[in-house]
Each structure stands twice: as structure tokens, then as C-alpha cells.
């Protein structure tokens, strides 16, 4: 069956056949006996689950206009790009400051980034349309998540890894901000790296999703690619935005008044 613009619309069957693939991994899990067979498949169950409830919330929203509903939504999206920034850490900040810092720093930088696009390149009417709002949200979280999970997790293991050499730039008369300054660099240089890469390959080593998703549907390919581009620059600006504010607030609470490096405010994630 045919939807619009010759999009072809699938049935629950078509799924069944493409989740075969996942089974047939899950199958190999237990020949090989890597134990990550129960893992996948919890993880297809859950993306199915989960990604069908989004669904049927965007179907509703998307029938709808209300920035009422809209921006709960969003503030929900950032919440759990937050939590997961806080999941993904080796060592996190004691209390809730890993997520914190983490959840500031995406929401600046992804409703920055959003609004941007949204009042200036897209122009939908109204603006706060969650058709294009929370999809472009979307993209742009999912992406600056994982910047900003990489550069607070390097820049608290550089710190800890570095410790002699930062307290000994203290004993010298340095700043803590001086003495840091070498791990905040190669914190923010590995948060940015993912980004980099992404528009490094794009088109060539892969065709990004939005672009693919605006083919498959029967956009003309030079509009769908201008369109992945904008999500790209928007992509990377968030991301850059998000790490910086991270570590700066990140470095911030790895001292105090008497620029001493307090490694004592960090603690093992496996203590959650």
C-alpha cells in the first residue's frame, strides 16, 4: 500500500520480517555464548514499546496546536537526555549534579538551537508547531547528548588520572582555572569529536537519517539535502554549545573558593 507521495506505508508484518534480522542476532549471542541475547531482545521490546507510545503522543499532538502541550513535551525530552548523560558516566558529581549540569547545559544549548531554526530557517505558523518543533528538538538532543556525555565523563577522568599534575601547578601559584586548563581542552576536544565526524561522513561513508526519511517519502533530494544540512550545522552548534557550558560548570564544581581540586565531590556511578 502506497501513502502519500508514493511513501510506501508498512504493516505490523513488514516489521515482524525486519525484527528476524534482530532474532537471528540474538540467535548467534547464544552459539557464540556472548550473553547479550536477553539483552537485545529487551532493548528491540523496549524501542518498540517506546517508540509506538511516541507515536501515538505525536499523532495527538501533531492534531492539535497548543504550546500548553508542546513544551511539557519538551521539557520531558530534556529531563531524560539529563538522565541519560548521568547514566553514562564512570564517576559522577555527588548529588544531583551530574545531572544537572548535564539537563542546563543540553536545554540552553538545544533550545537555542531550536528556536533558531524554528523563527528564522523552517517558519512554521504557529512557531511552537510540534510537528517541527519537537522532531528538530529531537535531533538536536539526541546528538548533543552524547557530546556532553563525553566531555563530562573525559573531563572528570583526565582530572582524576591528572591529579598530580594539577595540584603541583597549584603549589606553583596557578589559577585552578590555569591548572585545569589542559583537561578541559582535551574534555571539550573529545566532546566535539562525534560532531566532527558526523559531517566529516556524511554523504559519503552514509546518508543521514532525516535525509533518507525525506527520500524515502518523495522529496526532491537537493531540498532534502539542504534540509539534513541546516540539521547538521544546527546539530554541531548545539553540541558545541552544550559541551562548553558542561565543563564550564563541571570545572566549577571540581574546586572552591581556595582553588583546590576537590575530587572528593566525585563518587563511582555504580554507586546509583
Not at 536477553?38 to 496546536?65: N, W
Not at 528556536?115 to 505558523?125: G, S
Not at 552524547?146 to 577522568?157: E, F, H, M, Q, T
Request: hydrophobic residues 55%.
Amino acid at each position: 500500500m502506497n501513502g502519500p507521495a508514493g511513501f510506501v506505508a508498512l504493516d505490523y508484518w513488514d516489521l515482524a520480517a525486519a525484527a528476524l534480522l534482530v532474532a537471528l542476532n540474538a540467535l548467534l549471542s547464544l552459539v557464540l555464548r556472548l550473553n547479550l541475547e536477553r539483552a537485545m531482545v529487551i532493548a528491540a521490546a523496549r524501542m518498540v514499546a517506546q517508540l509506538l507510545l511516541v507515536g501515538l503522543v505525536l499523532r495527538y499532538l501533531f492534531s492539535i496546536q497548543s504550546l500548553w502541550l508542546t513544551g511539557p513535551v519538551a521539557l520531558v525530552m530534556v529531563i531524560v537526555a539529563g538522565y541519560e548523560i548521568r547514566r553514562r558516566q564512570g564517576r559522577v558529581f555527588t548529588g544531583p549534579w551530574t545531572f544537572a549540569l548535564g539537563g542546563a547545559s543540553i536545554m540552553v544549548a538545544g533550545t537555542l538551537a531550536t528556536l533558531l531554526a524554528l523563527t528564522t530557517q523552517i517558519q512554521p505558523d504557529p512557531w511552537y508547531d510540534a510537528r517541527f518543533a519537537l522532531p528538530l528538538l529531537g535531533m538536536i538532543l539526541g546528538n548533543a547528548m552524547n557530546g556532553v556525555s563525553i566531555g563530562l565523563d573525559r573531563l572528570v577522568s583526565l582530572a582524576v588520572r591528572d591529579r598530580a599534575a594539577i595540584e603541583a601547578r597549584l603549589t606553583l601559584g596557578h589559577t585552578f582555572a590555569d591548572a585545569i586548563r589542559p583537561v578541559a581542552r582535551e574534555a571539550f576536544r573529545g566532546g566535539l569529536t562525534h560532531s566532527i565526524n558526523a559531517m566529516s561522513a556524511a554523504g559519503i561513508v552514509f546518508l543521514p537519517g532525516m535525509m533518507t526519511g525525506q527520500i524515502l517519502a518523495g522529496a526532491d533530494p537537493l531540498e532534502a539535502v539542504k534540509y539534513q544540512i541546516l540539521i547538521m550545522f544546527l546539530i554541531a552548534g548545539a553540541t558545541g554549545i552544550g559541551v562548553l557550558l558542561a565543563l564550564s560548570l563541571g570545572t566549577l564544581r571540581l574546586t572552591d573558593g581556595r582553588h583546590r581540586l576537590r575530587l572528593d565531590r566525585l563518587r563511582p556511578a555504580e554507586g546509583d
